[in-house]
């Protein structure tokens, strides 16, 4: 018998030294979406793992492994199949954990918009690598603008726009304004630098009936948001809250803690108690291993629930994750159909593999 004929691949993909658990399964579902059933992708890769997790992820996508060729650097065959089969609805039951504070977002129904990646601050643990050094990268209005008109025309339900510092962006009243007659808007902010001049003028044209502030208080005294901020910021942003509450927002506010400072949450929540934040409005969330952080939680598309999220130049899994080639799905921002298209396959592959353990990383 003859060596068996092999098909002809339509599309190939360099794996590189990628493994699934750090983003090849991310540029693998993209891949296989952009040819047709029936057609074959050539995936290279250096990585050996793959040669044992690839033909479990393609018999639960549905997918067929045609061939493996190679001794290092390998070649792999892949035929696209159907669709894999549709994930059953989130249990709250498995996301009972230190970080199931909430249950995920139903995917489609929440997007977030990185404005601009510049910041006044230099934060210690920023997950973004935002700082007054740092490209802004800034979001175009009009690019925002057609972001939004397809989230609202897929079924969308709330935009959250995060930064750097989205005060910081010239244009952010633009964005906000043609976003929150679609959908409801939250602003993350550090809340420092709308105290006057055109910034100020951005805060007062927003809609407090569509739009909400979120801003950043580490701590009930300066101490601890300070050291993590800057000297000063714990002030300011103090400042910052009042200014906004002045103006009739709903203000939340997020604190982000090192393990070792969880304790300091209990002041917080008093100081929040006396200035009236009701405790729907506030936050206590991990510092995520990301950008500057040189410690914290583990971030990947098995222990984390998606978060859609789009800066200029891409789609990616989760906002605190943007600094991670692992976690992009797609070089450019839209379609944002694609991006969620990719995300329902990753988490029907993880359904099907009865994938346990993704916490609901909250970030707002």
Not at 345 to 363: M, Y
């Given at each position: 018998?003859?060596?068996?004929?092999?098909?002809?691949?339509?599309?190939?993909?360099?794996?590189?030294?990628?493994?699934?658990?750090?983003?090849?399964?991310?540029?693998?579902?993209?891949?296989?979406?952009?040819?047709?059933?029936?057609?074959?992708?050539?995936?290279?890769?250096?990585?050996?793992?793959?040669?044992?997790?690839?033909p479990v992820w393609?018999?639960?996508?549905?997918?067929?492994?045609?061939?493996?060729?190679?001794?290092?650097?390998?070649?792999?065959?892949?035929?696209?199949?159907?669709?894999?089969?549709?994930?059953?609805?989130?249990?709250?039951?498995?996301?009972?954990?230190?970080?199931?504070?909430?249950?995920?977002?139903?995917?489609?129904?929440?997007?977030?918009?990185?404005?601009?990646?510049?910041?006044?601050?230099?934060?210690?643990?920023?997950?973004?690598?935002?700082?007054?050094?740092?490209?802004?990268?800034?979001?175009?209005?009009?690019?925002?603008?057609?972001?939004?008109?397809?989230?609202?025309?897929?079924?969308?339900?709330?935009?959250?726009?995060?930064?750097?510092?989205?005060?910081?962006?010239?244009?952010?009243?633009?964005?906000?304004?043609?976003?929150a007659v679609r959908?409801?808007?939250?602003?993350?902010?550090?809340?420092?630098?709308?105290?006057?001049?055109?910034?100020?003028?951005?805060?007062?044209?927003?809609?407090?009936?569509?739009?909400?502030?979120?801003?950043?208080?580490?701590?009930?005294?300066?101490?601890?948001?300070?050291?993590?901020?800057?000297?000063?910021?714990?002030?300011?942003?103090?400042?910052?809250?009042?200014?906004?509450?002045?103006?009739?927002?709903?203000?939340?506010?997020?604190?982000?803690?090192?393990?070792?400072?969880?304790?300091?949450?209990?002041?917080?929540?008093?100081?929040?108690?006396?200035?009236?934040?009701?405790?729907?409005?506030?936050?206590?969330?991990?510092?995520?291993?990301?950008?500057?952080?040189?410690?914290?939680?583990?971030?990947?598309?098995?222990?984390?629930?998606?978060?859609?999220?789009?800066?200029?130049?891409?789609?990616?899994?989760?906002?605190?994750a943007v600094t991670?080639?692992?976690?992009?799905?797609?070089?450019?921002?839209?379609?944002?159909?694609?991006?969620?298209?990719?995300?329902?396959?990753?988490?029907?592959?993880?359904?099907?593999?009865?994938?346990?353990?993704?916490?609901?990383?909250?970030?707002?």
């Open positions: 018998m003859g060596t068996p004929t092999l098909p002809t691949p339509n599309a190939e993909l360099d794996g590189g030294d990628q493994d699934c658990g750090s983003g090849l399964l991310l540029s693998l579902t993209s891949a296989i979406r952009r040819i047709a059933a029936g057609q074959v992708l050539l995936l290279r890769t250096r990585e050996k793992s793959v040669l044992a997790d690839l393609a018999r639960l996508a549905g997918h067929e492994l045609v061939a493996v060729q190679g001794d290092g650097p390998w070649q792999l065959l892949v035929r696209r199949g159907g669709p894999a089969a549709p994930a059953p609805p989130a249990s709250p039951d498995r996301l009972a954990d230190v970080l199931s504070t909430g249950i995920p977002a139903e995917l489609g129904t929440r997007l977030w918009l990185y404005s601009n990646f510049h910041c006044n601050l230099a934060c210690t643990y920023c997950c973004a690598q935002s700082s007054p050094k740092a490209d802004p990268r800034s979001m175009p209005p009009d690019l925002a603008a057609a972001a939004v008109e397809e989230f609202a025309s897929l079924g969308g339900k709330e935009l959250l726009v995060t930064g750097g510092e989205p005060f910081l962006h010239p244009e952010l009243d633009e964005i906000v304004a043609h976003a959908v409801p808007v939250t602003v993350l902010t550090n809340a420092m630098v709308f105290g006057r001049g055109r910034r100020r003028e951005m805060l007062e044209s927003m809609d407090t009936a569509r739009v909400v502030l979120q801003v950043s208080l580490d701590s009930a005294s300066p101490g601890l948001h300070d050291a993590q901020r800057g000297t000063g910021s714990h002030a300011r942003a103090i400042d910052g809250i009042d200014q906004a509450r002045s103006l009739g927002f709903r203000v939340k506010v997020a604190a982000t803690l090192h393990e070792q400072d969880l304790a300091s949450a209990a002041a917080l929540h008093a100081r929040l108690d006396q200035v009236g934040i009701p405790v729907e409005d506030r936050l206590v969330r991990p510092v995520a291993h990301e950008g500057f952080a040189g410690a914290g939680l583990q971030i990947s598309v098995d222990t984390i629930e998606p978060e859609p999220t789009l800066t200029v130049d891409g789609a990616w899994w989760h906002p605190v991670s080639k692992s976690l992009r799905i797609s070089k450019t921002p839209l379609p944002l159909a694609e991006t969620f298209a990719v995300i329902r396959d990753i988490l029907d592959v993880q359904s099907a593999s009865q994938t346990e353990g993704r916490h609901v990383f909250r970030c707002t």
